[in-house]
């Protein structure tokens, strides 16, 4: 069980390179805002370390560390690749991983400006990396599912956040995507958990792609539903013109899991606005946004 009252320092921080990796221990060592699942704290101009914290498992770093540096040279954005391994001590009995740190301002903290130039971005990056994994690439957990299998989760955030003009019309994208085939294609290579916190921008467009710990092998449609959480209104058409691999049965599963990822980011931000742990009140307005993207279409 992870104990989520254990204070990630920089002294903490600076006390394990210098056990483990003494060669970076007198890097300048600065706190990144943001994160729940795991801590950043940049380290030089370079690096970056990544200190699990509130996951119940190592599994989503040591993801990261096997499959990362594989799609790192293929990918057009640049992602964090894993260079060090951190292991668990008596000072900190658990994983920690030194990385590429990757430029820009999250996304929950930036704007796209040039809508055009980050659909056909987005598109080509995912275009990139939606090609059949491996047989031993790891498979969906809590991500992957077909949104008909997702109908518990939906729920809960409808519950907790649709407004209720909306709800029929939210109602129905949902329907829409459960009623849709499944991915009839092989396992193809997933992010799995595109949100505005997970993306960088620089220059008003998508500069990078960060936190894989959800990567996974199977429907793409978990990545397509970036289309309308990302993109400024008019973005999602664009990007799907560009993306040109999705057929009306993704288009309605992606459209029903970005309408319920939506709701998941309003949700997170009643949870800011009420002060509650990891609560993002930033993401409530974000969610709002993806949401009315959502229910205008393509």
Not at 55 to 73: F, G, I, M, V
Not at 131 to 138: I, L, R
Request: net charge negative; hydrophobic share 45%; with cysteine.
């Amino acid at each position: 069980m992870i104990e989520p009252e254990i204070e990630i320092s920089e002294d903490l921080v600076r006390d394990l390179l210098r056990e483990q990796h003494p060669d970076l221990a007198e890097l300048p060592i600065r706190e990144v805002a943001g994160g729940w699942g795991n801590q950043m704290w940049r380290l030089g101009s370079e690096l970056a370390v990544r200190m699990q914290r509130m996951d119940t498992s190592p599994d989503l770093q040591l993801k990261e560390r096997r499959w990362l540096p594989t799609l790192a040279p293929r990918l057009p954005l640049p992602i964090p690749v894993p260079l060090r391994n951190g292991a668990p001590s008596e000072r900190f009995p658990k994983v920690w991983t030194v990385m590429t740190w990757v430029e820009g301002t999250p996304l929950d903290h930036g704007s796209i400006t040039r809508g055009d130039h980050a659909a056909e971005t987005l598109a080509s990056f995912l275009r990139a990396l939606h090609v059949e994994a491996p047989a031993d690439a790891p498979t969906a957990s809590d991500f992957g599912a077909h949104p008909k299998d997702c109908t518990e989760g939906f729920d809960h955030f409808f519950q907790a956040a649709a407004p209720t003009d909306l709800a029929d019309r939210i109602r129905e994208v949902w329907g829409e995507a459960v009623a849709a085939p499944e991915w009839e294609g092989p396992p193809v290579w997933v992010h799995g958990d595109l949100h505005p916190a997970n993306v960088v921008v620089s220059d008003g467009t998508l500069a990078g792609v960060v936190d894989f710990g959800a990567v996974f092998a199977g429907d793409p449609a978990w990545d397509l539903a970036a289309a309308w959480l990302l993109l400024p209104a008019g973005g999602a058409a664009r990007f799907f013109d560009s993306y040109a691999q999705a057929d009306e049965a993704a288009l309605r599963r992606a459209r029903g899991l970005a309408a319920m990822k939506s709701l998941f980011l309003m949700s997170m931000g009643q949870a800011g606005d009420r002060g509650l742990p990891g609560g993002k009140s930033n993401w409530g307005p974000a969610g709002r946004s993806a949401l009315d993207r959502v229910l205008q279409g393509r």
